[in-house]
């Protein structure tokens, strides 16, 4: 059966240069989540006030499991929505966390706004990649970047 870690955190913490790394070392192929999204036509509505696009997390693992079960690579899956997939498709998660005072000037070297900055500053304050793959009963892993 294919391999498949999906690679999680909040935005700004470092998730696709360690996917990168991982895929490499391991030698999985590597996939960026938000390109397949973008490939896949998966955005939904537009949030003008928070600059992002809404994604339909059904029809996200649908395209994820058939593109899983189609692929015969171990994968590396590098996204914030990567560890919505069922357990049953997925060998761990690994979830990459960042200091809070480096993820905030991270996130200003990206121009976000304020209160986008807030918003993903508390995601990482409350471990919320990481308590929704608690609660899909994933094996977890942490790693600090």
Known sequence: MVKVICVSGSVG???S???????????YSYVDLNSFIEENKLKDNYDKKMKTWDVDI????????EFIKNSGDDLVIDGHLSHYLPKKYVSKVIIVKC???ELRRR???RKYK???????????????????AMELKHKVEVEDN
């Not at 240069?17 to 030698?27: D, P």
């Not at 059904?58 to 499991?65: D, T, V, Y």
């Open 13 to 15: 913490v470092g998730k």
């Open 58 to 65: 059904k029809k996200l693992n649908k395209k994820l499991i």
């Open 114 to 132: 304020e209160d986008k900055i807030r918003e993903n500053l508390d995601c990482e304050i409350f471990d919320v990649c990481f308590e929704e």
């Open 107 to 109: 996130l200003e070297k």
């Open 99 to 101: 200091g809070l005072k």
């Open 17 to 27: 240069t360690y996917s990168k790394k991982l895929s490499k070392k391991l030698k």
